[in-house]
């Protein structure tokens, strides 16, 4: 195999025990959005999945090593106190491995780059922002040279350059997000024996600029919100309803709705195929407290809405 996609161990801590926190919904589908590009681009990659298979970091070094590909992209979720554990873990890789290019991706890599390029050399490159194309052009270069490239150039990629200094130059955002592939879903069975939710991811991005969130300046854009079309979207649901008798959806979008009434005339598109499908399926989704309207919502609610989580923040106007 020449590219592995790893989800890493993330160890229990029961003093910081908020997924929310730890690990945020909108990253879920990351590692199953690359693997479809690289797959589209015939580039096969394998998903190990430690974090669903509750492996320890000992188990994971130990089924790595088993292995022996060119390309180890890990998606890094920041761990509190118990994050260096995963360098260890990769530079155990690294020492097994010598040739092989560690690349990590996702929220904390993409703030923290500069930094963990200077503390851990067996970290070779980190992906800053959107991942999808960022991956496909470094697998590209990598699966095509006879040894480890030289001076790496992509946009999006974080590298040290030659005199030991980070490099990076900033990739744009997609702008069309129905040209992506739906994501590759690996281990359906164990998601629901788990009682997981089949994440859907219908827009990347928020129309606001809480000075507090991570989400807009992840995707270094200029039109912060980009939804996937109702039609879109529906053929997903549709095809995971209908080929893998998946009921039960949750919208890993940081904002389910765009601004003002387009974003609301999407969702009631949305709701309408449903509906005019008689699809039986029960779905969630996180918005913000302004985008709540009755129309809009009961719509929702008759295509199988039951969950909605509301950031209030402050009932205090001042501190808003």
Not at 7 to 29: D, G, I, M, T
Not at 122 to 141: F, H, K, N, Y
Not at 234 to 248: C, G, P, R
Not at 300 to 320: I, K, Q, W
Request: aromatic fraction near 12%; glycine fraction near 6%; proline fraction near 6%.
């Amino acid at each position: 195999m020449s590219v592995i996609l790893l989800e890493h161990p993330r160890p229990k801590n029961f003093k910081r025990f908020e997924a929310v926190v730890n690990a945020p919904l909108s990253a879920c589908l990351f590692t199953g959005y690359i693997a479809s590009v690289l797959q589209e681009n015939n580039i096969a990659p394998e998903i190990i999945n430690a974090h669903l298979y509750d492996w320890s970091i000992e188990q994971t070094v130990t089924h790595l090593s088993k292995k022996s590909p060119r390309v180890l992209c890990v998606h890094a979720v920041y761990l509190w106190e118990m994050t260096e554990s995963i360098f260890e873990m990769l530079s155990a890789v690294k020492s097994n491995f010598p040739s092989i290019h560690i690349n990590l991706y996702g929220y904390y890599p993409t703030f923290a780059y500069n930094r963990i390029l200077a503390d851990f050399p067996a970290i070779d490159s980190i992906t800053v922002g959107e991942p999808e194309l960022t991956t496909l052009d470094l697998a590209r270069l990598i699966l095509s040279s006879k040894g480890m490239p030289g001076e790496i150039n992509i946009p999006g990629l974080a590298v040290r350059g030659e005199n030991g200094k980070v490099v990076f130059q900033p990739r744009p955002p997609m702008k069309d997000l129905d040209n992506l592939p739906f994501p590759v879903r690996t281990n359906v069975d164990l998601y629901k024996k788990k009682g997981i939710a089949v994440y859907i991811q219908g827009s990347r991005g928020c129309y606001n600029h809480c000075t507090f969130c991570y989400l807009n300046p992840f995707y270094i854009q200029a039109t912060p919100w980009r939804g996937r079309s109702a039609k879109n979207i529906f053929e997903e649901i549709y095809q995971l309803h209908t080929k893998h008798d998946m009921v039960n959806f949750y919208f890993s979008d940081a904002n389910f709705f765009g601004a003002g009434k387009l974003g609301k005339d999407r969702a009631i598109t949305l709701a309408e195929l449903i509906l005019t499908d008689n699809l039986e399926i029960r779905f969630g989704f996180e918005c913000r407290a302004n985008d709540i309207d009755e129309y809009t919502l009961s719509k929702l609610v008759m295509a199988g809405l039951n969950n909605v989580f509301l950031g209030l923040e402050s009932g205090d106007p001042a501190s808003l």
